[in-house]
């Protein structure tokens, strides 16, 4: 079992910043891939950008690309994403996920999930 616990969102202005944190426990995650994903009120949740914890290699939805970094801390089990530019359309719960896998995966195909983060962007 891998637990997921999301901190970090919030109610910004367009054009702000944040940064999201998930503390990850429970296995090595050496094997693993992590991934960002959000769900907009009445939408389905989506893929927003992912990593592979062993070697960095890093996957981004295109609506994200350019604004938002997806990073990890080997030492703190701790995976980020700094998102920059925020538009209101980034508006969602934003959820970490993790999956037992060599690459990337950029459908909702995960093993573990947290519990949400609300960020809220307002014009």
């Known amino acids: 079992q891998v637990q997921l616990v999301e901190s970090g969102g919030g109610s910004v202005q367009a054009g702000d910043s944040l940064r999201l944190s998930c503390a990850a426990s429970?296995?090595?995650?050496?094997?693993?891939?992590m991934g960002w994903f959000r769900q907009a009120p009445g939408k389905e949740r989506e893929f927003v950008a992912g990593i592979r914890w062993i070697g960095g290699t890093t996957v981004y939805a295109e609506a994200v690309k350019g604004r938002f970094t997806i990073s990890r801390d080997n030492a703190k089990n701790t995976l980020y994403m700094q998102m920059n530019s925020l538009k209101p359309e980034d508006t969602a719960v934003y959820y970490c996920?993790?999956?037992?896998?060599?690459?990337?995966?950029?459908?909702?195909?995960?093993?573990?999930w947290g519990q949400g983060t609300q960020v809220t962007v307002s014009s």
């Open positions: 996920a993790a999956k037992e896998s060599l690459a990337v995966v950029n459908t909702r195909r995960y093993d573990y």
């Open positions: 429970g296995r090595t995650l050496s094997n693993y891939v």
